[in-house]
């Protein structure tokens, strides 16, 4: 799946023309590598780093969404790592 569209389907920006926007200016990594392209697929099992507001987050995905469904759909799909730990 497309990194713009898992974004937007996992309820982490509202639009996938902000998750591509967020995508051109470098601001998420995949696996650690910088994703500079929003057509980067990604796959079950990957770690994301994602700054959203004035906090970094670092997900796990667990299942790729089929939908932008509800909130607690969306949670289903990923885990949260805590980057201290």
Not at 56 to 72: K, N, Q, S
């Amino acid at each position: 799946m497309r990194i713009d569209r898992l974004l937007c389907y996992l309820r982490f920006v509202r639009t996938r023309s902000a998750a591509h926007r967020l995508v051109d200016e470098g601001h998420i990594r995949r696996n650690g590598e910088r994703v500079t392209r929003s057509s980067r697929d990604i796959l079950e099992g990957d770690v994301l780093t994602l700054p959203l507001g004035n906090s970094v987050r670092l997900v796990e995905i667990i299942a790729l969404p089929e939908r932008r469904g509800a909130p607690r759909e969306a949670r289903a799909c990923y885990r949260e790592l805590d980057p201290g730990g």
